[in-house]
Structure formats: structure tokens, C-alpha cells
């Protein structure tokens, strides 16, 4: 009888692992590629949410709804999930609540009902990195989709997402009283040279018209934390050598726009998807800096063969900033 009932119970789990790995396409490098399906309509829209699990407080809530109303309106394609996916310390275990009180029962709106794909923050690394990673997860919920490190492929764009909190010497040598999960990360100098590689390969390869890659840590930022010169100096140099057009982040509780004078990448911040800090800035160049905002809010991209298209909204919709990135790097204006 007791046999009888594990394998009624594995069944499930197994057809939901063997999903899972379909829809993943073998690479020439090390990262999973994920295909994301094409719609008929002439742009990917998606939106940028980072450091939002609190189980509703510090505005959550009030974001999530207005992710549903402007999903709704965008017909969006996916949500991207720039970490820091649930305070303060990780997920326990595949059976924590705070799985469904920051995620599962947070963003309802039937706009939002569309893939999440995330990526890992340093919040993250403090719990059970194992728990967000494992297909059971999806299993809950088949909008989750988590990995350290891998490639989203839109057609028109492919997403890198790349598992920056390992960089961060910091976490390894002063971790205070914090305890990071670091299992399948050691030794960690050689886990980043390979993802490096990994990287600057898929990066290589890319024949798409837009590269953008995804990571929790800031690489420039006038935030909180600022700059993060790992990032700065070990993945900056392979951003520029393959044209990648933006990085994405969140880790500063902030939406932030900054626009490279040397490289003309756009490094764009989306943290503000619950706890954010007032009034915590740094100096930044005016002629780089096209926003700062200190409060909750999301980012919307739109984005065509010629043009992305970004907008930030705070907690109760209201637009912030509006950007057009061109192809030709040369035209990039307001909307």
C-alpha cells in the first residue's frame, strides 16, 4: 500500500521534471537556453520586477496590482525577476509558506499568469538555494522558472541571466551574521571564471538583434550599495566586447536609469518591488543619469527589431520615465 502511494505521488513530480527539461534547448556553451514561444504581435513586452518578497508589506501589494493593470493592458509576454525573490533570508524549503504568501497568492492578476524568469539575489543565497531552484516549485505554481545562470531566447532579443551574488567577495569574507548557502557555488573562484566564459561564448554566438543580461547585483548605480566593482571589472569588459545593449538589476531598492557615456549600455535598475530607501543617494554624472527614484515601483519593455522601448512606474502607476533605445545607438531619446 505504502508503495503503491509513492509512486502515485512521484508520478506527478516526474512529468512535471520531464516538462521542465523540454523546454530547455542544448547549447554549444554550458547555459540552458530557453525559447520562449513567439505571439503574433510585432513586439515582446514584458515587465522588470527586483526585490519584492514580503508578503505583501512595504507596498508589495500595491505594486502587484499595478503590474496587473499595466500586464493587462502591454498583453505582456513574461515577467523578469532581477532576485532578491524573498526576505529577508532565502526560502527554508520547497514547503515554505512564504513561497505563496510572496509570489503564489501576491501577483493574482490574470495579466501576470505568464512565466517568471528569475535569477537568484544575495537574500536568496541566505535560505535554501536549492528550494528555488527545484522543479517542485513549478510544480505549485507553473509560472516559476529559476536557475543560477542561463539564456532566455526571444527571437528578436535573447536574455542573459547570470548569478552575479557569487562575484561578491564581501559574501565569502565578512558575512556578519549572515549564513549563505553556498553548495554547487565551491570553489568559488573557479565557479565564476566558467560562468565568465560561459558567458562571453553565448554572448558571442548571439545572433540577436538585442543582448541585454539580467544579474541582482548593480554594476553602476547611484544607489545604496553603488557600484559593484567585481561586476565592474570581471563582467563589464565582456558587456562591451559583445555589444550588449542594457543590463538589468535590481539590488538597490530603487528604479534607476543610467546611460554609459564610453559604451553606451544602459544600465537599468528594477528594485523597487517592496522595501525601498528614501533619500539614500549617491552623486551621479547628470548627462549619464536619466533617473532616480527613490520609492516602490516596476518597468515595463517594449521591444521591437528597432527599438526597445522602457517605462518605470511607481507603487500606484503613475509613470516616471519613459525612454527609447535604438538600434542605432547614435538616436536614443524620450519617448
Not at 493574482?108 to 544575495?122: D, E, F, I, R
Request: net charge negative; proline share 4%.
Amino acid at each position: 500500500m505504502a508503495s503503491s502511494l509513492n509512486q502515485r505521488m512521484l508520478f506527478p513530480l516526474m512529468f512535471v521534471i520531464g516538462m521542465f527539461c523540454l523546454m530547455v534547448t542544448p547549447s554549444i556553451a554550458e547555459l540552458p537556453i530557453f525559447k520562449h514561444p513567439p505571439k503574433k504581435q510585432q513586439s515582446l513586452n514584458i515587465l522588470v520586477l527586483g526585490d519584492w518578497g514580503r508578503k505583501g508589506t512595504y507596498n508589495q501589494s500595491l505594486v502587484a496590482n499595478q503590474m496587473g493593470i499595466v500586464g493587462e493592458k502591454l498583453d505582456i509576454d513574461f515577467v523578469i525577476s532581477t532576485g532578491d525573490n524573498f526576505y529577508e533570508d532565502g526560502l527554508k524549503g520547497v514547503d515554505d509558506p512564504a513561497f505563496y504568501q510572496s509570489f503564489v497568492d501576491m501577483y493574482t492578476a490574470p495579466s501576470l499568469q505568464k512565466t517568471w524568469y528569475t535569477v537568484l539575489g544575495n537574500h536568496d543565497y541566505r535560505g535554501d538555494v536549492g528550494a528555488q531552484l527545484s522543479p517542485i516549485l513549478k510544480q505549485k505554481d507553473s509560472r516559476w522558472l529559476c536557475m543560477r545562470s542561463f539564456i532566455l531566447d526571444g527571437e528578436i532579443v535573447e536574455f542573459f541571466f547570470v548569478d552575479t551574488t557569487p562575484f561578491v567577495e564581501e559574501y565569502f569574507t565578512d558575512p556578519g551574521e549572515h549564513t549563505y548557502d553556498w553548495e554547487g557555488v565551491l570553489p568559488r573562484l573557479a565557479y565564476h571564471s566558467e560562468l565568465l566564459k560561459d558567458v562571453d561564448l553565448a554572448l558571442a554566438q548571439s545572433k540577436a538583434k538585442w543582448k541585454m543580461v539580467v544579474g541582482h547585483h548593480t554594476i553602476n548605480s547611484a544607489g545604496h550599495h553603488g557600484n559593484t566593482e567585481e561586476l565592474k571589472q570581471l563582467l563589464v569588459p565582456i558587456l562591451e566586447a559583445n555589444d550588449v545593449d542594457a543590463y538589468i538589476n535590481g539590488h538597490d531598492h530603487c528604479l534607476q536609469h543610467i546611460i554609459d557615456n564610453n559604451s553606451g549600455i544602459h544600465f537599468i535598475t528594477s528594485g523597487g518591488g517592496s522595501k525601498a530607501w528614501s533619500g539614500d543617494v549617491k552623486p551621479w554624472k547628470l548627462e549619464e543619469l536619466k533617473l532616480y527614484y527613490d520609492g516602490q515601483g516596476f518597468m515595463s519593455m517594449q521591444i521591437t527589431k528597432s527599438k526597445a522601448d522602457i517605462i518605470f512606474y511607481d507603487a500606484f502607476g503613475k509613470v516616471l520615465h519613459t525612454w527609447s533605445i535604438s538600434k542605432d545607438r547614435s538616436v536614443a531619446a524620450w519617448i
